[in-house]
């Protein structure tokens, strides 16, 4: 892959930390004019804080959702959690895509904004994945990709950012959905504010709800594959039975 600009920035995968020690000490510590100031370091010590508090209490709360979910309808949970994780991270847009049977397009599954008319992808109908083809190529790492800048795009990202510039979006979080080894689809978080930056503990809360999600649409698709097998053993014990009841001299031996 080529060299990564410094508006997209791939993110260590790791257990979900709000904030990073850098991130801390960096709030903690705030600009040179305010670090002998109590009442702003204790500020920033609030809001870090509050910012891990939120992102852990967040992260239970879709995890119990989601263990506790009905397979036979996962709808309502995941649109709750990503409702959920949007609102914990004022992002002003979430939508959960998945992949096609082929890995040629992605498909609309959940959707939430904060306001009607922001949506992603910004059009109705699968995005072929030509047309996203550089976060796809990202995605192949299997991990999380924060776009700082959506304009700062690199020069093969000119589909991708004409897509999330026609969203509405400044920055976006991708994270995809893998399960044994294979990406299943991706969570995508956007900002229309360019001034309000992701943390590095932003995009491990998206990659873990991401996981979480996975984790639920690989048990429902299992369950369904396992019940429609147990339909088909009984199906065919039913047409054994029949058989073996019925006379010999009945039966057609051609």
Do not use: K
Not at 193 to 201: A, F, K, L, V, Y
């Amino acid at each position: 892959l080529p060299a990564t600009p410094a508006s997209v920035s791939p993110v260590p995968r790791g257990r979900h930390r709000p904030l990073r020690a850098g991130d801390r000490q960096h709030a903690l510590r705030g600009p040179a004019s305010e670090r002998r100031d109590p009442a702003a370091i204790r500020f920033a010590a609030e809001t870090v804080l509050s910012h891990d508090l939120a992102g852990e209490t967040a992260l239970a709360a879709i995890s119990s959702r989601l263990v506790q979910a009905n397979n036979d309808d996962l709808d309502a949970p995941i649109r709750v959690s990503l409702a959920q994780l949007c609102q914990t991270l004022s992002a002003d847009c979430g939508d959960l895509l998945l992949l096609n049977a082929a890995n040629s397009a992605w498909t609309y599954s959940h959707h939430w904004s904060a306001t009607p008319q922001l949506r992603f992808p910004p059009a109705e109908g699968p995005v072929p994945i030509g047309q996203l083809g550089w976060v796809w190529r990202q995605l192949l790492q299997l991990d999380a990709i924060m776009v700082r800048r959506v304009d700062g795009l690199p020069a093969d990202a000119a589909a991708d950012r004409q897509m999330l510039e026609a969203a509405g979006f400044a920055s976006a979080v991708f994270a995809p959905l893998v399960h044994g080894g294979q990406i299943l689809g991706c969570v995508v978080l956007g900002r229309t504010r360019s001034q309000t930056p992701w943390s590095d503990g932003d995009v491990a809360l998206v990659r873990s709800v991401a996981d979480l999600f996975a984790t639920s649409i690989e048990r429902q698709r299992m369950q369904i594959e396992m019940s429609g097998r147990l339909q088909f053993e009984s199906l065919v014990g039913s047409i054994a039975s029949g058989l073996l009841r019925t006379p010999a001299n009945l039966l057609d031996p051609g």
